[in-house]
């Protein structure tokens, strides 16, 4: 069996596809191929399967070209890189890897809350300029996340370790918006469910969206859901850029209609939107909400199960379509 791994990946999971045989391929360019790229690493050899990252946009023209793959295994969670119909139609599996990073999304996406709040970011960069010459009663003033609302759009696997750290954690009170109750954080934190986006916008502290990316979410936080947010809020963002208007955002910050964001997903990354860097209150990470070394195992261990199952004839644990 013949594998292409399009971007190294932790040791751990290549090793599990070793262990079997398999002969793999990895992509010596230590960076996303361009789809012509990968079109053209497929058409070398007759590959069996295919391990993605989220920056491999599988669509017809791939699968076209890769006539005996059995499975498109994505190492993420998001499987937004897939164009499902075009997998679906020829009967190949498409698998994601869950499980193993809603854990350290939670964390980050917390991570950036404090961070956002404490004014981390702009405080080192103080520091590291020179610029602190003695403690100063009025300097670099933040705000508590104790006793603020937290509004969560998506209360799925991440969105629910993230209210769990920010009630036991600070007290927080939980709105959250879902298409599907989530009776767990209800019952065991308090969780009020919204019943629609703008009601939870309106009562939200901190806005941090733990959604899919799917047609129904594009832009699902646009110029006039900023409006409706309070001036005192910020927003978090480690799910996937497309889910916010990136330029309204920046209209957003730069005009006061929100005070400040912490994201971590870009709409057209690794671009961002310009003037977005030039701001003191957001703080940007680059798309590393799940990069622990428990995550990325994980992600790797699950990413070679699904391989092996597929290629054994059985179908994937993670399938997605
Ligand atoms: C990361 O963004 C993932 O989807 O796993
Ligand atoms: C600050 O360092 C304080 O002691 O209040």
């Known amino acids: 069996m013949k594998i292409f791994v399009t971007r190294t990946i932790p040791e751990v999971g290549l090793a599990m596809l070793r262990e079997k045989g398999y002969e793999i391929d990895i ?3 230590n960076r996303p191929l361009t789809k012509r790229e990968l079109i053209k690493f497929l058409k070398k050899k007759p590959y069996d399967a295919v ?12 699968v076209a070209v890769a006539p005996n793959v059995k499975i498109f295994s994505n190492y993420a969670v998001g499987f937004n890189n897939f164009d499902l119909k075009a ?11 869950p499980g193993t990073s809603d854990e ?22 103080f520091v590291r300029d020179g610029k602190y010459t003695g403690w100063d009663p009025m300097l670099l003033t933040g705000f508590d996340l104790r006793g603020l609302t937290l509004g969560l759009v998506g209360a799925g696997a991440i ?11 600070f007290g927080m009170n939980i709105v959250y918006f879902d298409i599907a109750r989530n009776e767990e954080i209800e019952k065991n934190l308090g969780a009020r469910f919204a019943t629609d986006i703008n009601q939870l916008l309106s009562e939200a502290d901190v806005v941090s969206l733990h959604t899919p990316l799917c047609p129904s979410t594009e832009h699902l936080l646009n110029a006039e859901h900023f409006a409706k947010m309070k001036k005192t809020a910020i927003l978090i963002n480690t799910s996937r850029g497309p889910v916010v208007d990136e330029k309204a955002l920046l209209e957003a910050l730069k005009n006061g209609t929100i005070r400040a964001a912490g994201i971590d997903v870009y ?9 977005l860097t030039k701001l003191d209150n957001v703080v940007l990470t680059p798309h590393t909400a799940s990069a622990t070394q428990i995550a990325r195992d994980g992600m790797s261990k699950i990413a070679a199960s699904n391989v092996i199952a597929a290629l054994e004839g059985q179908v994937p644990p993670n399938v997605v379509k």
Do not use: W, Y
């Open 27 to 29: 992509s010596p360019k």
């Open 267 to 275: 709409e057209k990354e690794p671009e961002i939107t310009r003037g």
């Open 87 to 97: 997998i679906g139609d020829k009967n190949i599996f498409a698998t994601n890897t």
């Open 159 to 169: 969105g629910k370790h993230v209210a769990a750290i920010c009630k036991n954690g």
């Open 104 to 125: 350290s999304v939670a964390e980050h996406a917390v991570s950036l809350m404090l961070a956002v709040a404490h004014r981390i970011v702009e405080g080192d960069q």
């Open 51 to 62: 391990v993605t990252t989220l920056s491999d946009e599988i669509d017809e023209k791939v």
